[in-house]
């Protein structure tokens, strides 16, 4: 077992505080439940329900939405590393239930207001075998469910060590699951055969067999999407699916023993396992969450469940966190070509500039993260930068982050840093989990923005700690994959959490035209949107870019968003608002194909739309051209939108 440093006490405080709603949200008393009623919880438009059940000496638990069958009985328990499973011959003890009503407002998100109402039981239970206390709390919201536990009592002493988790997920009969690891493809499968491919560099520390990380997207055959993720990881390992050992279970929850990664970078690489961890008297598990829609698309709408449950910020004031888009100052550095950048960043409205790799060093050797390379005038660039309102970011590798941290954020912070990207950061055990949680807190505590960057998988830590604003933990468009790919992950990895798909614009290695590229701005949602990523100015310069207006105007924080279309893998149209103005991106598959976009969201009034759209079809689709043109609309327009084979659409609507 490897024990993390952290205090574990203030873990359990946090969890205390996630039960405590905040804001304009509100919460009846919890009321005592009769034992021998049904165990079960209904969202607050009573089409969800989710319903526990501790009879036949097994704890399980099964999800109905509008009377169908989501998740058939599932078990429910913690195996501990003595071979004990906590849920199967419980006693329940006792069972209070909430509602919790109201809404809170995100520092960023993909609406202005977050709902928190839901009604939730936390049903009390004792092993007799082991004396241990638990309980299992579980949620139904309108936009989905979700289930997690807490440790009461550990007899003998303030904790338990654990070796696994039985939460399982039995979807129902015909439903396909699109799943990925180590930042690869999505692979389509039964839940029984899902087995997603694995990176080719994978270690040998590393998490084998047939196993998905999170999310996971399920389509039934009534079309109808599910979305199975986890909120709230806070001093746990994170999670993974595999099939259960008896199929007739479904999918099953692994926690990892190793970090995240696909490579040996950034340290060694062989690193131990962690087959085991400590789970402390009044910590609560992660949850494990299902966000429920009418279908795929539907689930874009509903993103906002998983940093819901996530516990509240407890960092206090963060007025200064400040979403944005960003443009990296690429090697060779100097200090020349570096205010070059920032004078294009001026020009294209851009809210950061950063500093990748080697601005310090080689990374992963010993050099000190507070000392630029020979020759760049680091703090002249930072304060030309900052004169012109653009925020610094500086690459960090993870070894001086644990090195030298407070060193790091000292210094940075007296030079006017905005923010810190760390790079190969380990995300999977345990202590990994601890480490990642005291970064970016620490960051927080010196008022720096924090982008992760490697196999991580979101969370909600970024309602925990505001000033995460970035991660990547996908396979992004610095790998040039596939539209199909691109037109995946808008129903799968984007569901749950930022996504720094660092945009490639005009890249002669793009498998898509540019009008494609310039939708990711609307349909992918990261508070920080790294553009123009393969790029320097000179690339833009001496003829006019009057494409590149959308970049310039489109925000990485919105009010409100609508899911206009999508079939997973085939195409996606979503549409985002930002104060007055609205945002549309459609993206398609390598099939061309026309996507009706009837208008109603718009509201009263007149509008003006410029429209960014794939002009005649070129030899190789980065080579299609955009064509711009400028069309009034109400709210009873229906557009029609032409998309060329691996292209896209983008449209900015603004009132007249």
Same mark, same amino acid.
């Given at each position: 077992?490897?024990?993390?440093?952290?205090?574990?006490?203030?873990?359990?405080?946090?969890?205390?505080?996630?039960?405590?709603?905040?804001?304009?949200?509100?919460?009846?008393?919890?009321?005592?439940?009769?034992?021998?009623?049904?165990?079960?919880?209904?969202?607050?438009?009573?089409?969800?329900?989710?319903?526990?059940?501790?009879?036949?000496?097994?704890?399980?638990?099964?999800?109905?939405?509008?009377?169908?069958?989501?998740?058939?009985?599932?078990?429910?328990?913690?195996?501990?590393?003595?071979?004990?499973?906590?849920?199967?011959?419980?006693?329940?003890?006792?069972?209070?239930?909430?509602?919790?009503?109201?809404?809170?407002?995100?520092?960023?998100?993909?609406?202005?207001?977050?709902?928190?109402?839901?009604?939730?039981?936390?049903?009390?239970?004792?092993?007799?075998?082991?004396?241990?206390?638990?309980?299992?709390?579980?949620?139904?919201?309108?936009?989905?469910?979700?289930?997690?536990?807490?440790?009461?009592?550990?007899?003998?002493?303030?904790?338990?060590?654990?070796?696994?988790?039985?939460?399982?997920?039995?979807?129902?009969?015909?439903?396909?699951?699109?799943?990925?690891?180590?930042?690869?493809?999505?692979?389509?499968? /039964? %839940?029984? $055969?899902?087995?997603?491919?694995?990176?080719?560099?994978? &270690?040998?520390?590393?998490? =084998?067999?047939? +196993? @998905? !990380?999170?999310?996971?997207?399920?389509?039934?055959?009534?079309?109808?999407?599910?979305?199975?993720?986890?909120?709230?990881?806070?001093?746990?390992?994170?999670?993974?699916?595999?099939?259960?050992?008896?199929?007739?279970?479904?999918?099953?929850?692994?926690?990892?023993?190793?970090?995240?990664?696909?490579?040996?970078?950034?340290?060694?690489?062989? /690193? %131990?396992? $962690?087959?085991?961890?400590?789970?402390?008297?009044?910590? &609560?598990?992660?949850?494990? =969450?299902?966000? +429920? @829609? !009418?279908?795929?698309?539907?689930?874009?709408?509903?993103?906002?469940?998983?940093?819901?449950?996530?516990?509240?910020?407890?960092?206090?004031?963060?007025?200064?966190?400040?979403?944005?888009?960003?443009?990296?100052?690429?090697?060779?550095?100097?200090?020349?070509?570096?205010?070059?950048?920032?004078?294009?960043?001026?020009?294209?409205?851009?809210?950061?500039?950063?500093?990748?790799?080697?601005?310090?060093?080689?990374?992963?050797?010993?050099?000190?993260?507070?000392?630029?390379? @020979?020759?760049?005038?680091?703090?002249?660039?930072?304060?030309?930068?900052?004169?012109?309102?653009?925020?610094?970011?500086?690459?960090?590798?993870?070894?001086?982050?644990?090195?030298?941290?407070?060193?790091?954020?000292?210094?940075?912070?007296?030079?006017?840093?905005?923010?810190?990207?760390?790079?190969?950061?380990?995300?999977?055990?345990?202590?990994?989990?601890?480490?990642?949680?005291?970064?970016?807190?620490?960051?927080?505590?010196?008022?720096?923005?924090?982008?992760?960057?490697?196999?991580?998988?979101?969370?909600?830590?970024?309602?925990?700690?505001?000033?995460?604003?970035?991660?990547?933990?996908?396979?992004?468009?610095?790998?040039?994959?596939?539209?199909?790919?691109?037109?995946?992950?808008?129903?799968?990895?984007?569901?749950?959490?930022?996504?720094?798909?660092?945009?490639?614009?005009?890249?002669?290695?793009?498998?898509?035209?540019?009008?494609?590229?310039?939708?990711?701005?609307?349909?992918?949602?990261?508070?920080?949107?790294?553009?123009?990523?393969?790029?320097?100015?000179?690339?833009?310069?001496?003829?006019?870019?009057?494409?590149?207006?959308?970049?310039?105007?489109?925000?990485?924080?919105?009010?409100?968003?609508?899911?206009?279309?999508?079939?997973?893998?085939?195409?996606?149209?979503?549409?985002?608002?930002?104060?007055?103005?609205?945002?549309?991106?459609?993206?398609?598959?390598?099939?061309?194909?026309?996507?009706?976009?009837?208008?109603?969201?718009?509201?009263?009034?007149?509008?003006?739309?410029?429209?960014?759209?794939?002009?005649?079809?070129?030899?190789?689709?980065?080579?299609?051209?955009?064509?711009?043109?400028?069309?009034?609309?109400?709210?009873?327009?229906?557009?029609?939108?032409?998309?060329?084979?691996?292209?896209?659409?983008?449209?900015?609507?603004?009132?007249?």
């Amino acid at each position: 077992m490897i024990r993390s440093p952290v205090d574990r006490r203030r873990f359990v405080l946090l969890a205390a505080a996630a039960t405590a709603p905040l804001g304009a949200a509100s919460a009846a008393l919890a009321k005592p439940t009769e034992t021998s009623a049904p165990l079960r919880v209904v969202s607050p438009d009573g089409r969800v329900r989710l319903e526990l059940d501790t009879r036949q000496g097994q704890l399980s638990w099964s999800v109905a939405r509008d009377g169908r069958g989501v998740l058939r009985p599932s078990r429910l328990g913690l195996d501990l590393a003595d071979g004990a499973r906590l849920g199967a011959g419980a006693t329940v003890v006792s069972a209070t239930r909430r509602r919790l009503t109201g809404t809170w407002t995100p520092t960023f998100g993909v609406k202005a207001t977050y709902s928190q109402a839901c009604e939730e039981i936390t049903v009390d239970l004792r092993d007799p075998r082991t004396g241990i206390a638990f309980a299992v709390v579980a949620r139904a919201y309108d936009a989905g469910c979700a289930v997690r536990y807490v440790l009461r009592q550990a007899p003998g002493g303030q904790s338990v060590t654990v070796g696994g988790e039985a939460t399982t997920f039995n979807l129902p009969a015909g439903v396909e699951v699109y799943s990925s690891r180590d930042e690869g493809e999505y692979q389509r499968s /039964t %839940p029984a $055969a899902l087995a997603p491919v694995v990176h080719p560099d994978l &270690t040998g520390s590393s998490d =084998v067999g047939p +196993l @998905a !990380d999170l999310p996971v997207t399920a389509v039934a055959a009534d079309g109808s999407g599910v979305l199975i993720a986890e909120s709230d990881r806070l001093h746990y390992p994170r999670a993974m699916l595999r099939p259960a050992a008896d199929p007739a279970e479904g999918l099953t929850v692994h926690l990892m023993h190793y970090p995240g990664r696909a490579t040996g970078w950034s340290g060694p690489g062989d /690193t %131990p396992p $962690a087959p085991t961890f400590r789970l402390d008297v009044g910590q &609560t598990t992660p949850w494990r =969450v299902l966000i +429920l @829609a !009418d279908t795929v698309a539907g689930l874009i709408e509903r993103a906002d469940l998983i940093p819901t449950l996530a516990t509240p910020n407890i960092l206090g004031d963060v007025s200064w966190v400040k979403p944005g888009r960003a443009v990296r100052i690429r090697k060779p550095y100097s200090t020349e070509a570096a205010l070059k950048v920032v004078a294009f960043a001026a020009a294209r409205k851009l809210d950061y500039v950063e500093f990748d790799a080697h601005w310090y060093g080689d990374g992963t050797d010993p050099g000190d993260a507070t000392v630029p390379i @020979a020759g760049l005038d680091l703090q002249r660039i930072i304060d030309t930068a900052r004169a012109q309102g653009i925020g610094m970011i500086l690459y960090v590798d993870r070894v001086p982050a644990m090195r030298q941290r407070d060193a790091i954020l000292d210094t940075y912070r007296r030079w006017g840093v905005a923010g810190i990207k760390f790079g190969f950061v380990w995300e999977g055990r345990q202590a990994d989990n601890d480490f990642i949680f005291d970064l970016v807190k620490a960051c927080g505590e010196h008022r720096l923005l924090v982008n992760l960057h490697d196999n991580l998988r979101p969370a909600g830590l970024e309602r925990t700690l505001p000033n995460y604003v970035a991660l990547e933990g996908v396979r992004g468009n610095e790998q040039f994959p596939t539209a199909r790919h691109n037109v995946t992950l808008p129903f799968t990895r984007a569901v749950a959490g930022p996504i720094d798909y660092t945009i490639c614009y005009a890249n002669p290695k793009n498998q898509t035209t540019n009008g494609h590229q310039l939708a990711m701005a609307a349909v992918y949602y990261n508070p920080l949107t790294f553009l123009y990523w393969y790029d320097t100015p000179d690339k833009y310069a001496g003829r006019a870019w009057p494409d590149l207006r959308w970049f310039d105007e489109c925000p990485t924080t919105w009010d409100e968003t609508r899911a206009l279309s999508g079939a997973i893998g085939e195409h996606v149209m979503v549409a985002r608002r930002h104060g007055k103005r609205w945002f549309l991106g459609a993206m398609t598959n390598e099939s061309p194909r026309v996507l009706k976009a009837s208008l109603g969201f718009l509201g009263r009034g007149r509008w003006m739309a410029t429209v960014f759209a794939d002009g005649p079809a070129a030899a190789k689709a980065f080579e299609t051209p955009v064509v711009i043109r400028k069309v009034p609309v109400t709210a009873a327009t229906v557009l029609s939108l032409a998309l060329a084979p691996s292209g896209g659409q983008a449209i900015l609507f603004e009132p007249v």
